[in-house]
């Protein structure tokens, strides 16, 4: 099968149900962007998504994503969207445009370090485990508040949004509170955490969810078995 036509019918699917989501939820269809996972597809394929015009590339563990990043660099954003460890940081400050996963103060002071070395402010997402699966990871909701006023010793850290994976249910429907909540969290920090900067961003919405997520208000969803496929990745 011709890789490119196959991505190209999936970009169009895709695009067809992100624009009737927004015209449900009557949003703009320009406040939800598309980061393309390419966790399961090769260093090939996904520079294939970024030539297709994708320009946001999310990966979950660096020892995966560090050829894509090295062939890519310059020609996408990458997304860090995987659980981090405090030991990666140093592979991951720097190249990633964005963290997906903030959790702890300890992964803020190690991602602080680093970019202040570097110069640089980086954007992150606080992960919040709304809901409760011990499987989880993510700051609990009622953490929310505290933790945005302890990172404030960490200035090289941007507070751009909140994140969360909804569990995986038969039913997309059943996830609607979960992405309902975390919006709800977030104009809540807004009012009342005494935030320069407004929270603006909503990271929710996976393959078998993104719809419920955007008419909830997602700003980015993180695509990847409907956008990019899945494929036995050889050693790369
Ligand atoms: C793998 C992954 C995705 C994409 O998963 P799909 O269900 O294939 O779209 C999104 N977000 C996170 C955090 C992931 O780990």
Request: aromatic share 6%; charged share 30%.
């Amino acid at each position: 099968m011709n890789v490119s036509v196959t991505l190209e019918s999936r970009f169009r699917d895709v695009e067809a149900r992100l624009e009737a989501a927004c015209a449900r939820s009557g949003r703009p269809r320009e406040d939800v962007r598309v980061i393309a996972v390419t966790k399961y597809v090769s260093a090939a394929k996904a520079a294939a998504v970024v030539q297709a015009g994708v320009r946001h590339i999310g990966e979950n563990r660096w020892p995966d994503a560090k050829h894509k990043w090295e062939a890519l660099n310059g020609q996408a954003v990458f997304h860090y969207i995987g659980s981090l460890q405090t030991n990666k940081v140093k592979d991951v400050v720097g190249r990633f445009g964005y963290i997906h996963s903030l959790d702890r103060l300890s992964l803020a002071e190690a991602i602080h370090k680093k970019a202040e070395t570097l110069g640089i402010d980086v954007p992150c997402f606080l992960q919040v485990n709304v809901s409760g699966e011990p499987s989880k990871h993510g700051l609990e909701p009622e953490r929310l508040r505290e933790f945005i006023r302890e990172l404030r010793i960490f200035p090289r850290i941007s507070p751009v949004g909140l994140m969360t994976m909804a569990p995986l249910e038969a039913e997309p429907e059943q996830t609607r509170p979960v992405f309902r909540s975390l919006r709800q969290l977030k104009e809540q920090l807004n009012r009342d955490s005494g935030m320069e900067t407004p929270l603006t961003e909503l990271s929710m919405g996976m393959s078998n969810d993104f719809e419920v997520a955007v008419e909830e208000g997602a700003t980015w969803v993180r695509l990847g078995t409907v956008l990019v496929g899945k494929e036995e990745i050889e050693a790369n």
